[in-house]
């Protein structure tokens, strides 16, 4: 069955034609994806305000199950610099118990998603949105990174975007020389060493090489065990928090942005993935695997984890085809930290500041955010609301709102598309359609006492007042009502008792309704209630010349031949936009 197939990982499809030299070069991506995910592991738990194993944990076991269940070839998940806002703020309301339960929750919300098909729904989050809060995530990453950067001695950061603005600039004159020069030799490595190698990750030679500078030199700066203490490599027990109803509740919206980031994120990686190896990838799998993800790793301790676009694309350039070099990036991540992760504590926070900052100027997607400044007026706006509110208040609000926005500026620009016209108060008016279009009313003999109106654009809640204004508008009570509907996509609930309230008002005045031209979906939602009953069967025309005929019938008049000149109209699935044209 389809359904079945879309469920399927795609490790299970790809192990079925595997052979040894995909195999090594697989492992060969592994190595370098997980090498490149060591540094920015550590970096995003400590952005996110918990400690530097919480990162290594959720890349190790998040990132195995992802790969191993998902429905990408090649997407690598892990922690990424799109929940540091969130997560931060869970942390500093929560606790890192309040953070277990909602990356938890957010877990079961994904794989509901996955299991109800919902994959392909991500589409519907507007460009402006995404932008918006993408840019403001940036932008937060960067201002809580200064601190580090300059080595500024002051306490723990305010959540705040502005209060931390105004601490940086209270503590402005505790600059550490030493931890510019180390972020700065860092900054470069990491915009120079590409050129040299791009074997060798440039994140783990800045990390190397900083951390043998302070301590070779004996700088005096703050490393992650200075600040953290010992890290503890080994992977713990799983534990369930145990939290209050009222926590709990207080989790669930969240709990719903770590799922919606989650989920907008992975499969946009897995979008920009596909194009790169020519592949198409089951979303609806992919939301699975990352609900899994998200389940299990906060049982040992991990934070939410999503598909990592950056490390997903190296990955791909290293050669990484099928789930097993994500697997592969999970296990060398694991060897690392069970071998080498005490000497983490030796790296400088410095040089963990400078990787973030380049990770939030590539994230900022600057120069899109500019373009975008150009789109229509209610892009505009939908885009600097969210960016502005993920900045100053917090990024559930942003995405809620942005959303909501960007629908009710939608159905704005649906409502002017939608019109309702008197085609025969314009008879005598020549349109330039008049000699294109064969269908056109005017080409028609219309008898007196009846009044065609015809209903351009989609009939839902934004059009129906005009509908039922513009009908209530009518000078004179014509015998006969034709409603053409040729150009009506589609029909919602409102629009539905928009014309139930016109049927009815038509009939205590002695009116016939007549419609005609109906397309397929609005013509099943008339047939679902009871208006089809009203109206009646023998009213329902699919074109304007039966309509017309059947007016004549109903007036005592003979009945008309239809024109040569005339095309039969076919209900369609989809119909063209509607497009208002007056008059015809």
């Known amino acids: 069955m389809p359904g079945a197939v879309v469920l399927v990982p795609k490790l299970f499809t790809t192990l079925k034609t595997y052979d040894r030299p995909q195999l090594v070069r697989d492992v060969t991506a592994g190595v370098i994806v997980g090498i490149v995910a060591l540094p920015l592991a550590i970096a995003f738990a400590i952005a996110s305000g918990v400690t530097p194993e919480r990162g290594l944990f959720t890349a190790i076991i998040a990132g195995f199950l992802i790969s ?128 040299v190698s791009r074997r060798i990750p440039a994140p783990f030679v800045a990390l190397i090489a900083a951390t043998l500078a302070v301590r070779i030199f004996h700088l005096p700066l703050e490393t992650i065990g200075s600040r953290f203490g010992v890290i503890h490599a080994s992977l713990p027990a799983p534990a369930i928090p145990e939290i209050g109803w009222g926590t709990l509740r207080g989790l669930v919206a969240p709990a719903f942005t770590i799922a919606m980031l989650g989920a907008i994120e992975s499969l946009l990686s897995a979008v920009v993935a596909d194009g790169m190896i020519g592949s198409k990838h089951r979303s609806n799998m992919e939301l699975v695997a990352q609900g899994a993800a998200n389940i299990v790793s906060p049982l040992f301790g991990g934070i939410p984890a999503t598909g990592a676009i950056a490390r997903t694309a190296t990955n791909v350039k290293n050669g990484g085809r099928t789930p097993i070099a994500g697997i592969a990036h999970a296990v060398t991540l694991l060897l690392i930290s069970l071998f080498f992760g005490r000497w983490a504590g030796l790296i400088p926070m410095a040089a963990l500041a400078a990787i973030l900052m380049v990770v939030a100027y590539h994230m900022s997607e600057w120069r899109t955010f500019l373009s975008e400044l150009r789109a229509p007026k209610s892009d505009v706006v939908v885009l600097v609301v969210t960016f502005l509110l993920t900045v100053v208040v917090d990024l559930t609000v942003a995405i809620g709102v942005g959303m909501v926005l960007a629908a009710f500026l939608f159905m704005r620009r649906m409502a002017e598309v939608s019109n309702v016209s008197a085609v025969t108060r314009e008879l005598e008016e020549e349109g330039d359609d008049y000699d294109t279009d064969p269908n ?139 497009i208002p044209v007056t008059g015809s």
């Open 68 to 195: 191993a269940l998902g429905g990408s070839r090649v997407q690598i998940g892990g922690p990424t610099g799109a929940f540091v806002v969130i997560v931060y703020g869970i942390v500093q309301r929560y606790g890192v118990e309040g953070l277990t339960v909602a990356t938890i929750m957010a877990g079961l919300i994904l794989m509901i998603l996955g299991f109800a098909r919902f994959g392909g729904a991500i589409k519907f989050v507007p460009i402006p949105v995404t932008i918006g809060f993408t840019s403001g995530i940036a932008l937060i990453i960067l201002s809580s990174q200064i601190k580090d950067l300059l080595g500024l001695r002051m306490g723990s950061l305010p959540a705040d975007f502005v209060d931390k603005l105004r601490a940086y600039a209270a503590h402005s004159g505790s600059v550490n020389t030493y931890a510019v020069a180390v972020a700065g030799g860092c900054l470069a490595i990491l915009w120079l060493w590409p050129l």
């Open 440 to 578: 056109a009313v005017r080409r028609r003999q219309v008898p007196a006492g009846v009044e065609v109106y015809e209903v351009n654009g989609p009939f839902f809640f934004g059009a129906a007042e005009a509908f039922k204004d513009t009908l209530h508008d009518i000078a004179r009570r014509p015998r006969i009502l034709i409603i053409r509907m040729r150009n009506v996509p589609a029909v919602d609930s409102t629009g539905l008792h928009a014309l139930a309230d016109v049927v009815r008002r038509s009939r205590a005045e002695g009116t016939l309704i007549l419609i005609s031209d109906i397309h397929a979906q609005p013509l099943f939602a008339l047939s679902r209630s009871d208006l089809l009953d009203q109206i009646g069967d023998e009213n329902l025309f699919g074109n304007i010349d039966d309509a017309l005929n059947r007016a004549r019938e109903h007036l005592g008049l003979e009945k008309v031949e239809r024109p040569a000149f005339a095309t039969p109209t076919v209900a369609r699935e989809t119909p063209a936009a509607g």
